[in-house]
């Protein structure tokens, strides 16, 4: 019995080479975090674009005595419609492996956390929690050095 069919049959413990993985493919460590990354934007911009419509047809849910940082609730709601929106899109964007996706994900990560600075007085563990996974998104799309 040859080597490789050996290491296929056991697979515990076995290390695989280059050769077990189809031409053009490589999967590395990053390329999970690009994945995670990818995820993450499509379930942050769909909260984002929930708090937008919760904000634009039911303003009571925040209470009568809102204060947010900048503009009204009104703005604040059609605000997070379209950078959640611009979100899900860049989120299956980076599905594709696409580097416009990399950039656009880390400009509207960083838009985004500043965004949550607006409401952090409405909710503010809502907000920090929002803020803390943008900043691990931005982390998983910067650091990745590998570029298709």
Do not use: K
Not at 41 to 46: A, D, E, H, T, W
Not at 73 to 80: K, P, S
Not at 86 to 96: C, D, E, H, K, N
Not at 119 to 145: E, H, K, Q, T
Request: charged share 5%.
């Amino acid at each position: 019995m040859s080597t490789s069919t050996r290491q296929g049959m056991s697979g515990a413990g076995q290390g695989y080479s280059s050769a077990d993985y189809p031409a053009g493919t490589r999967s590395t460590a990053w390329s999970g975090w690009v994945i995670f990354a990818a995820t993450m934007l499509v379930l942050v911009g769909g909260f984002t674009f929930i708090d937008g419509l919760v904000a634009l047809f039911n303003a009571g849910y925040y209470g009568a005595h809102y204060n947010l940082l900048v503009g009204n609730l009104q703005a604040w709601g059609w605000w997070n419609l379209v950078v959640g929106v611009l979100l899900i899109a860049t989120g299956f964007g980076l599905f594709s492996g696409s580097i416009w996706a990399r950039i656009v994900g880390i400009i509207l990560t960083v838009v985004n956390a500043l965004a949550q600075l607006t409401i952090i007085a409405i909710f503010p563990i809502w907000a920090l929690i929002i803020i803390s996974v943008d900043v691990i998104v931005i982390y998983a799309l910067a650091v990745n050095r590998e570029i298709e």
